[in-house]
């Protein structure tokens, strides 16, 4: 079946880089993009960003835009999310997800990782 | 960016229909989907396009549109359909793109 499988928890202390993976399997990974999105406590979830596997595009939310990072290992079906200068604010569960090459085809997230808690604490 | 507006919470009795709403300008001419999250898990879909269901999703789950507004249909509610759901669309035009409604809890009596 298609999942996702993400790195584990994290604490890290203000001003400081997170890293986060998502291993894909049950599919072609080249073929859909992974999307991050994040869930602060109480809050509705927010999309961050996607990579396209095959060609390596991104495209982010200019909330995050130059404080984030995701790259891919295709050989891996890996995604990786990095994000940078962390505050308080960040505290939240951070989840990749499957999403459409094509937006306009497919805008939907299909499915989830079981998500990644960043607590960012001094 | 573009807003979508659900109500806070649905109270339900076991076996009943809790209908969830979701308003957002022009949301007609949008596609949208629907999120099941139940505490500590992460969201699965239910809805897509309006009213298509994933295969593993039960047919007492619904989604309809009409003017400014789509439903999420519980019929034959369960225990088990306890949880929050979240509308959300795709809007080229606005940033962030991907937009999440502001979340229904439901509660089964």
């Known amino acids: 079946q298609v999942q996702l499988v993400q790195s584990g928890a994290e604490m890290k202390k203000p001003g400081a880089s997170v890293n986060v993976s998502c291993k894909a399997s049950?599919?072609?990974?080249?073929?859909?993009?992974i999307n991050w999105l994040r869930q602060a406590p109480g809050q509705r979830p927010e999309w961050m960003g996607w990579?396209?596997?095959?060609?390596?595009?991104?495209k982010f939310s200019q909330t995050f835009q130059g404080r984030i990072t995701v790259t891919r290992d295709t050989s891996a079906n890996t995604a990786y999310m990095e994000l940078t200068r962390l505050t308080s604010d960040d505290t939240a569960v951070y989840y990749c997800?499957?999403?459409?090459?094509?937006?306009?085809?497919?805008?939907?997230?299909?499915?989830w990782g079981h998500g990644t808690l960043v607590i960012v604490s001094s | 960016s573009y807003v979508l507006t659900q109500p806070p919470s649905v109270s339900v009795a076991p076996g009943q229909t809790a209908k969830i709403t979701c308003g957002g300008n022009n949301i007609g001419s949008k596609s949208v989907h629907w999120y099941q999250q139940k505490p500590g898990q992460a969201p699965v879909l239910v809805v897509f396009d309006d009213s298509d269901r994933p295969s593993a999703i039960p047919e007492r789950f619904s989604g309809s549109k009409s003017g400014n507004t789509a439903t999420l249909t519980l019929s034959r509610v369960e225990a088990g359909d306890e949880a929050d759901y979240y509308c959300q669309v795709w809007d080229r035009s606005s940033d962030p793109s991907y937009v999440f409604g502001t979340g229904t809890k439901v509660t089964v009596l």
């Open positions: 990579i396209n596997p095959n060609s390596g595009d991104t």
């Open positions: 049950g599919y072609a990974f080249n073929t859909y993009n």
């Open positions: 997800a499957r999403g459409g090459i094509v937006e306009l085809a497919v805008n939907w997230f299909d499915p």
